[in-house]
């Protein structure tokens, strides 16, 4: 059925439900991509400066990806782990191979939400506990046991929870008391707030799940450290650290192939969790773990469709193009290039209180003259960007914090024309 763009938009707005909130005043209808550009159905051209929320990892219709799935689905279209499976078996030795952990053992999904779910299930086979950590602020998804261990309860629509949760200060948040100490006076800070939580919990605890910067939480960045500093802390008592790299992996942050390599002091996570970028688009997550708690749950744990051949394919040609062309030094280079351009932000633009992250994965914080979250503001940068041709994301737990998160092969000249558009709309409403 053909419809018009206002059709469209009352069509999902008829048979979807209303909390799936949509970009944009006009919503966007996305008919092509090509490199890190997108095209809309009526033929606008846009900058993706947010990755299709950092699905698209390496290029939109990188033509490797779109050969690996024409050829599998050309061929076996099984989806079933019951009988080997080819692509997936060798997906999962380089993911094992990359992934820093002793003796790993991979397991596919087809979502971030639900790898955190079978991370969650691992820790708390193995650790027979359901009491587990996380941090403030965090976002792991919206499956129920997955929303237990979100820092940010006004993104869960329930209270009850499958898990006892007890969360802890890992980054901060303007306007608190912790906020404006120094890394290490903060860092000192959190590992007695995780000392203090630990004491007061009785008995087994289960695991830690940390994102190492929280995405939807507002590119807030877990300081470099500090995880290896609960890591100390967690191995005194045998607790599982698992680090959600869901937003964080495959080199987004330039620096590290991984996010918790900036915390690796004291050796790595007992679990990984991934998802989003590796399938550029392919619904494929996963969890890497160490052998002994991959194997705590006996039962035959069958996924239909995690590692289904197609997008086991897809994700290997993804993953190949990525290391071959070193897109993880390209997020270094050119995240270092935008984020100059972008630190620019406060002396033109008097909105933006905060500019951080790492990479390709950047925040900027929006607040109004007197402090408070400026979330409205956020909206405006939101259309005006759309209107220069760039899309940005927004998140924070006030709303009021863009994001930048570009497929990783941005080119420089890229990202000095989004950073220009960028900020001429920061300039704007930080004016008025
Ligand atoms: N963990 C993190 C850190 C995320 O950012 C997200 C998605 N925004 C998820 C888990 C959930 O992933 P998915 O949407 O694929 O279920």
Redesign the pocket.
Known sequence: MTSTHAELTKRHRAVLPDWLTLYYDQPIDLARGEGRHVWDAEGNRYLDFFGG?LTTLTAHALPEVTAAVREQAGRVLHTSTLYLNRPMIELAERIAELSGINDPRVFFTT??????DTALLLATAHRRSNQVLALRNS????SFS?LAVTGNRGWSPTSLSPVQTAFVHGTRRRGTPLADLPDERFAEACVADLEDVLGQLHGNVACLIA?PIQ??GGSSVVPDGLLARFKEVLDRHGILWIS?E??TGWGRTGEHFWGWQAHAGSGPPDVV?F??GLGNGLSI?GVVARAEVMNSVGTNSISTFGGSPITAAGALANLDHLLRHNLQGNAARVGAVLRRQLEGAPDRAPAVVDVRGKGLMIGIELAHPDGTPAPDLATEVLEETRRGGVLIGRGGLDGNVLRIAPPLSLTEDEAHEGAAVVLAALEGVGRR
């Open positions: 929320i979502s971030g939400t639900e790898a955190n976002y792991h998804g919206r997955a994102e995405g939807v959600d869901v937003q969790t998802a989003k997550g």
